[in-house]
């Protein structure tokens, strides 16, 4: 069960280690784009490619796994955006694993990658857990660290998706056989991520650099990054397409000016 990007790159890695499910959940096509076409999520996409079966149920309350002709033994969640009802962790026998990529109780929620990277942790994770009916709430089978320097959202993702991956590969057969037990989360200690809107992409270029750096890593995929300059005598939105930190100070290499093509911050400054 799985939606986006970094379900796809979790496949690709459990594929690539002889590991593929049989079948295959995700949201329903949805308009995108200015068009608004009709569009499948990327889950869909690899599967169709990969030829298995896809289900889209628009809620998987109204989804009945009994007329299915295959039977299950685990389903395994990354990234797939809903609530999993009961009756869906009833059918797989409450074997129903999620990939979540952080360290959890810690980044519970939507957004962990990016709340790891906006925090300025030094290391962030992986955890595979027994799903319940509460989000991130189950129980940790095990988990795994990856080190947190300056990488970006993308890069980010890419490392967790290949850590779940892998770890999930191991952690299955113990899992199945019996030899590795469910561990309660330190729910106290619980921490939440929170929905990124396209307001937070907007940057003020006098704030702390390093903070802002960090939103440049963080929201390299939705919303991106932006700032307002006056020029010319009109407010125009300025796209930050690639940064760094030098010296604890702020410097934007490239940008997309409004109506114009991607540049350079000289070739920007000297118009």
């Excluded at 002889?18 to 990327?42: E, H, N, S, Y």
């Excluded at 999620?98 to 990658?113: D, K, Q, V, W």
């Excluded at 290949?162 to 899992?175: C, D, H, N, S, T």
Aim: glycine share 6%; net charge negative; hydrophobic share 40%.
């Amino acid at each position: 069960m799985g939606t986006d990007q970094f379900a796809c790159l979790v496949l690709d890695y459990l594929d690539q280690a002889g590991v593929r499910p049989t079948l295959i959940i995700t949201v329903p096509d949805r308009p995108a784009g200015r068009k608004l076409i009709l569009t499948p999520p990327p889950v869909k996409v690899w599967a169709t490619e990969h030829e298995l079966p896809v289900l889209q149920p628009a809620n998987l309350k109204d989804l009945d796994l009994n007329t299915l002709d295959t039977k299950y033994d685990l389903a395994v969640v990354a990234s797939y955006g809903q609530l999993i009802p009961t009756k869906i962790l009833d059918f797989f026998q409450r074997r129903v694993l999620n990939i979540h990529p952080s360290l959890l109780p810690r980044y519970r929620g939507a957004t962990p990658l990016e709340s790891a990277i906006l925090a300025g942790d030094s290391e962030t994770g992986v955890t595979i857990m027994e799903i319940d009916e509460n989000m991130d709430h189950g129980p940790i089978l095990d988990q795994t660290k990856i080190p947190l320097t300056n990488q970006d959202y993308f890069t980010l993702r890419r490392e967790a998706a290949e850590a779940g991956a892998q770890l999930l590969a191991e952690v299955v057969p113990r899992y199945l056989e019996g030899r590795l037990k469910p561990v309660a989360q330190d729910h106290p200690a619980a921490t939440y991520t929170k929905k990124i809107t396209k307001a937070e992409g907007e940057l003020n270029l006098s704030d702390d650099p390093l903070l802002n750096y960090r939103q440049i890593r963080a929201y390299v995929d939705w919303p991106g990054t932006y700032f307002f300059v006056d020029k010319n005598g009109k407010r125009q939105r300025v796209i930050i397409k690639q940064a760094h930190l030098e010296a604890g100070q702020l410097i934007i290499d490239r940008v997309l000016p409004e109506g114009k093509k991607e540049m350079s911050w000289e070739e920007f400054s000297d118009r």
